[in-house]
């Protein structure tokens, strides 16, 4: 009471809730968890994917109603639930992981969306909307066109406006999931800023990001959540990135560099200054049986790009490819498959299995030929297939006929690989594989990578987290730009001297 | 302007079109461009437009609707028969008794819809069939000649002779419908809730994280598609100076055709009512210029479909490329 | 036996709950309010009617479970029974032979797959939506076929084409057979073939299955165009059965074909839905059309009963799920 440093204010919670269940279908999605927010700070909520830190974002932004018996005090107000309207009234501000933007919507009405919630139907004040709009994006230091539709623009300028959006109004704090997972180095440096200047400010900031690196430089404590359960509150003073994922995980991990020398092996696909203007110049590589060739480098570096050009879906204007010394070039990706070649998309979700669909359909989508017997598909081979990948890569299912939307990350991404597994590729190329994959799930489908290269099958690893193409690729490509601009092997340099290169 | 091409590529791509097809009209036929012919040409198309602004709001809040036609029928039905109980009645109580009904007509779909998770096509394809099979079943399909007066008389709002002898004629269908354009773009544009239906069509899972009532948002859509249908149907009667049980059917899918056309998406939070408005005005303005063209009516549809399945393969191919629009992925519901 | 019990889940599916409900309960109302409904006389209308919604049914499945719509259907079978008409016609009208009948039939059916061809290309290339793209042909095609009957009938046609809207081959009418055997077929082409299940893959997510290797443009135009030639069989169907083709018959079914089909329990975005589901669901409407009948009601009541029947099933499919949901809970 009588502290002269007045630091007692800043201990005293702005936000506190106590006791928060949540069930959905009879999964228990949050179990009894505390969780609170000081004034000013940065806090992180660190967990694997499923858990519960979304959900407890939305108990407190009032979207989900939390089981009777949850306290929740907010600026010393009590209060048994929140609704939407009032959290954001009350300063209460979500930057969401899926941005839940409007892109029909022009840029100033996704920004001071707000202002059109709540209260009796009223007109609408464009002109208020715009300057809010324009004043938010200046806190930013961004400019756009808030008069365009928010479709106009690419993925990277609708995270910026997502955090516009939440820095409209009166904000207290701010909840910010994800807000990284599209932006480069140099726009994520600039959103950490940000959050740093908004907790000078007063506003307090939490933080969800897998990006542990991040989290480490940026928060000043670290809730963990683990299966729907608080494992603790932790101060991030002293606290290291084995640590956090330990706990996240309840297991440790000890990555070691898996890169062997395989110069030895015949050359699988070889590139020769291949190019699609103004996606990637003048790319030149070889990758070899068995070898695991990674690459890295910044989102926006061309990589995606490159991959989709292998496989047929894009088209080089220039440069040549050969595969087993024999030159290819593709119409299309089912020309591409044939040939040997397969591509895991790094958009699981969208792009690399069909969602609602079952596991088996997803499996033999791209292997059909091998299921048909008499021009007709043999229900037989069908299962025996699905059955032999499977337990190849230790997939863990109910059902071969439930949907492959009800597995986890990682084991939805074990059944995306085995669909390519099944298609017999000499080339496999992997990008970002273990995006949307729990931290304790990685390491399982890494090993899968040796165990396949291992066979003789050719891989290139794509990913921007270098530690992992550092530890699982035999060589390391660092691309910037579109173009290759180093190469590393992973027994000589270190960890620290990629991920300057790539970072800086 | 350049601005405005690009955000709003289907408008202007109609626009373009139909003027070409006026010039084309203008040179070819003698009658086409006279300001009777245009004024005809609004009162043939009034009752359309009206269904047409009141399916944009539906289909813009993610919805769809089967079933407004049909309920305009029995709208139609309905008052003629309330009327003749109470032998006679006013515009006024038309409307209120038409609006009334046709509300809750369409307040009925957006109860199946959000009470019970019955996603819209389903929903309004049941009451599709409940409506007319249970007009036809009642009315026995007889027609009702027997309205009273005030609803049969032309009303005739502006007239005025031109030098060659032929009338211009702004009639009551009309100023109905310039009403109901203007309120729809009121509701959509310029009001919250306007607002909040794009949002809702366009990112439900977003708008319910705003705290945008969704269940609200359903009844407003299908009950403000209600309130046009009911209108709609009263005025088409007044037209037509009949009520014919089954003179709608059919209509909904030429009027979703033409919202569509006019660049409102399936799907939801996108279309404009000047859009919508100019949808219905190609269609018509093609069967007008095809008839002053002496083709017979029989080739009419034939021409009219062929040219949507063209401006459909146009609009959704060259505009996008040639105008350096970043193309939005594929939403899918 | 439990062996046969898992055959028959599995050529049902899930689906099959709703309608399988929905016949229990029509045989048992109907049986109880008219002594006459369980008899030949019944079954005998059923199976005469039945063919017509049900190879339109047919035609409207495949497109629905890729995600879109064809709401051409009844004017391409319209379409198809003039071409087959005018070739009759044309080889002398009642007097034509057999070859001018096969010659007529072929015609027909490629008229009903070229439409399919031309809404599938659109659809495949240009990605508007099969709703639109689908109606503008519907337009299409009833202002052609308007045009060229001058909204008249045509018919006088040779009387050995009348069995096959009419006879009967050991008992069975011949509509019903050709119905029958069409379901067959859609039911091996939609468990059995790539084609089948290529299309049902398309309707959750087309583009996850373009990038697995999968000509999706190729599997459209190939739905649309089956889905044509299917309008085409149930045409010359109609035809037979009419004795005569005007523009517009079967018109009223074009709504009710969809109805079907979600009756039968098929996903209304696409990607899930089965064959014998659907057919039961068709039975069902007939029946109660039927039974309505004996009562005295028309097919106007039958309209509306078919609609409240729906919205019934869509309501007992919510219920079970939210009940799913609160056993779960406990």
Redesign the interface.
Same mark, same amino acid.
């Given at each position: 009471m009588n502290n002269p440093a007045g630091a007692e204010g800043n201990d005293k919670p702005l936000l506190a809730l106590r006791h928060i269940n949540m069930t959905f279908g009879g999964v228990k999605a949050l179990k009894d968890v505390s969780f609170e927010v000081r004034p000013g700070e940065v806090h992180c909520l660190a967990g694997e994917n499923g858990s519960g830190k979304s959900t407890l974002i939305?108990i407190i932004?009032?979207?989900y109603r939390p089981e009777t018996g949850a306290e929740i005090t907010y600026d010393g107000q009590a209060y048994s639930h929140m609704?939407?309207?009032t959290?954001?009234a009350s300063g209460i501000k979500?930057i969401?992981q899926?941005?839940?933007?409007?892109?029909?919507?022009s840029v100033a009405?996704n920004i001071a969306?707000?202002t059109?919630?709540?209260?009796w139907?009223?007109?609408?004040n464009y002109g208020r909307m715009r300057n809010i709009a324009t004043d938010a994006l200046a806190r930013l230091g961004v400019s756009l066109d808030v008069?365009?539709?928010l479709?106009?623009?690419?993925i990277a300028q609708r995270q910026i406006v997502a955090i516009a959006r939440a820095l409209v109004g009166e904000a207290r704090v701010v909840f910010m999931d994800e807000p990284t997972a599209s932006l480069t180095q140099s726009e994520t440096d600039y959103l950490l800023d940000i959050v740093r200047n908004l907790s000078a400010s007063g506003v307090a900031v939490v933080f969800v990001s897998h990006r542990l690196a991040e989290v480490l430089e940026i928060s000043s404590r670290i809730t963990v959540l683990r299966d729907g359960a608080l494992v603790g509150v932790y101060p991030a003073d002293g606290m290291t990135q084995s640590r956090i994922t330990e706990l996240m995980t309840g297991k440790t991990f000890d990555q070691q560099v898996r890169a062997k020398p395989k110069q030895d092996r015949p050359v699988v696909l070889e590139l020769e200054g291949l190019t699609r203007r103004g996606q990637f110049e003048d790319v030149s590589l070889t990758v070899r049986s068995g070898e695991t060739l990674g690459i890295t480098g910044l989102l926006g570096a061309g990589r995606t790009e490159l991959a989709l050009s292998l496989f047929g879906m894009l088209h080089p204007t220039a440069g040549r490819m050969a595969l087993d010394g024999r030159p290819i070039s593709f119409s299309s990706n089912r020309e591409a498959i044939a040939a040997g070649i397969a591509y895991l998309s790094e958009d699981r979700l969208s792009l690399g299995l069909v969602q609602p669909q079952s596991i088996a359909d997803n499996l033999v989508i791209a292997s059909l030929r091998k299921i048909i017997a008499g021009g007709l598909i043999s229900e037989d081979r069908k299962r025996s297939l699905v059955k032999h990948w499977i337990a190849e890569l230790g997939v863990k299912i109910g059902l071969q006929d439930d949907a492959i939307s009800t597995l986890s990350g990682g084991n939805q991404q074990r059944v995306a690989i085995a669909k390519w597994l099944a298609t017999d590729p000499k080339l496999l190329i992997l990008d970002a594989p273990t995006v949307g994959v729990d931290v304790g799930a990685r390491a399982g489908i890494f090993d899968i990578v040796a165990r396949l290269a291992e066979t003789g099958l050719a891989i290139i690893l794509i990913s921007d987290e270098v530690p992992e193409v550092y530890f699982n690729a035999d060589r390391v490509l660092h691309m910037k730009k579109g173009r290759i601009v180093g190469e590393y092997d992973p027994r000589q340099a270190s960890l620290a001297e990629i991920e300057e290169a790539v970072y800086a | 302007m350049h601005?405005y091409i690009?955000?709003h590529a289907t408008e202007s791509a109609l626009l373009l079109v139909i003027l070409l097809i006026s010039l084309f009209l203008s040179f070819a036929t003698e009658n086409f461009f006279t300001l009777g012919n245009a004024f005809d040409l609004l009162n043939t198309s009034s009752v359309n437009i009206i269904f047409a602004v009141g399916l944009l709001v539906v289909l813009i809040a993610g919805g769809i609707d089967?079933s407004f036609a049909v309920a305009a029928s029995v709208v139609q039905y309905v008052t003629a028969v309330m009327l003749g109980w109470i032998g006679g009645g006013n515009w006024l109580f038309g409307f209120l008794l038409a609006g009334t009904a046709g509300i809750v007509l369409g307040a009925f779909n957006a109860f199946?819809i959000h009470r019970?998770?019955?996603?819209s096509?389903?929903?309004t394809?049941?009451?599709?069939?409940?409506?007319? #099979?249970?007009?036809?079943?009642f009315t026995k399909?007889v027609s009702i000649y027997d309205l009273p007066d005030w609803l049969t008389t032309r009303v005739v709002l502006f007239e005025h002779e031109m030098a060659n002898g032929t009338w211009v004629e702004i009639t009551l269908p009309v100023l109905v419908m310039v009403v109901c354009v203007i309120a729809t773009w009121l509701l959509i544009?310029?009001?919250?809730? #306007?607002?909040?239906l794009?949002?809702f069509g366009?990112?439900p899972?977003?708008?319910?994280?705003?705290?945008?009532p969704i269940g609200a948002m359903q009844f407003i859509a299908f009950g403000w598609l209600g309130l046009m249908a009911g209108i709609a149907g009263l005025v088409q009667a007044h037209y037509a100076q009949e009520v014919v049980p089954n003179a709608l059917y059919?209509r909904e899918?030429?009027v979703?055709?033409a919202v569509?056309?006019g660049g409102a998406?399936?799907g939801g939070?996108?279309g404009s009512v000047f859009g919508c408005v100019l949808g219905v005005l190609l269609v018509s303005i093609t069967q007008n210029g095809l008839n002053l063209m002496g083709v017979?009516p029989?080739?009419?549809?034939?021409?009219? #479909?062929?040219i949507?399945?063209v401006a459909?393969?146009l609009?959704?191919?060259s505009i996008e490329k040639l105008l350096p629009?970043?193309r939005?992925e #594929?939403k899918?519901? | 036996m439990s062996k046969l019990f898992e055959r028959l889940k599995d050529l049902a599916g899930p689906e099959m709950a709703g309608p399988s409900m929905a016949f229990v309960a029509v045989m048992l109302i109907f049986g109880i309010a008219s002594p006459q409904f369980i008899s030949a006389a019944t079954f005998g209308s059923v199976a005469f009617q039945l063919p017509e919604l049900g190879l339109l049914t047919l035609a409207m499945l495949l497109p629905i479970l890729t995600?879109g719509l064809n709401?051409a259907i009844t004017f391409t079978a319209n379409i198809a029974g003039l071409t087959l008409a005018w070739v009759l016609q044309s080889y002398g009208g009642a007097d034509a032979g057999v070859g001018a009948l096969i010659l007529g039939v072929v015609l027909a059916l490629a008229v009903g797959a070229a439409s399919g061809v031309v809404m599938g290309l659109?659809i495949a290339?240009?990605?508007?939506?099969p709703?639109?793209?689908s109606?503008?042909?519907?337009?299409?095609?009833?202002?052609?076929g308007?045009?060229l009957t001058?909204?008249g009938d045509i018919s006088g046609f040779p009387d050995f084409i009348r069995p096959l809207g009419h006879g009967s081959l050991l008992g069975i009418p011949v509509p019903l057979i050709v119905f029958v055997l069409c379901v067959l077929a859609w039911h091996v082409l939609l468990t059995r073939t790539k084609l089948g299940f290529n299309t049902t893959m398309i309707g959750s997510?087309?583009?996850a299955v373009r990038y697995s290797g999968i000509n999706t443009r190729k599997v459209i135009v190939w739905v649309y165009a089956l889905s044509g030639l299917m309008c085409s069989v149930a045409g010359i169907i109609m035809l037979a059965r009419f004795n005569s083709v005007r523009v517009g018959h079967g018109?009223s079914y074009l709504?009710?074909t969809?109805?079907a089909c979600?009756l039968g329990g098929v996903n209304?975005?696409g990607g899930f839905g089965r064959v014998i589901p659907v057919f039961v669901a068709l039975i069902v409407l007939q029946l109660l059309s039927s039974g309505l009948n004996l009562l005295g009601?028309?097919q106007?009541?039958?309209?509306?009963?078919?609609?409240?029947l729906?919205?019934g099933i869509?309501?007992l499919r919510?219920m079970a799920g939210h009940f799913k949901i609160l056993k779960n809970r406990r």
């Open positions: 939305k932004t009032g979207v609704s939407p309207v959290a954001q979500v969401w899926d941005l839940a933007l409007f892109p029909e919507m009405e969306f707000e059109m919630v709540g209260g139907p009223r007109l609408v008069d365009l539709p479709k106009s623009y690419a | 601005s690009r955000t089967i199946l019970f998770r019955i996603i096509i389903v929903a394809i049941s009451t599709f069939n409940i409506y007319f #099979g249970l007009l036809m079943f399909g544009t310029r009001t919250t809730t #306007g607002r909040q794009y949002a366009d990112n899972e977003g708008a319910r994280r705003f705290g945008i059919g899918l030429d979703l055709a569509v056309l998406r399936l939070g996108k017979s029989f080739a009419f549809k034939m021409i009219v #479909g062929a949507i399945l459909i393969t609009s959704n191919t629009l970043a939005s #594929g899918r519901p | 995600g709401l659109v290339f240009t990605r508007a939506h709703i639109l793209v109606l503008s042909m519907m337009i299409f095609l009833r202002g052609l308007e045009f001058r909204g997510n087309i583009e018109e709504l009710i969809v109805l979600f209304p975005f009601a028309n106007h009541l039958a309209t509306a009963v078919w609609g409240i729906l919205v869509m309501i919510w």
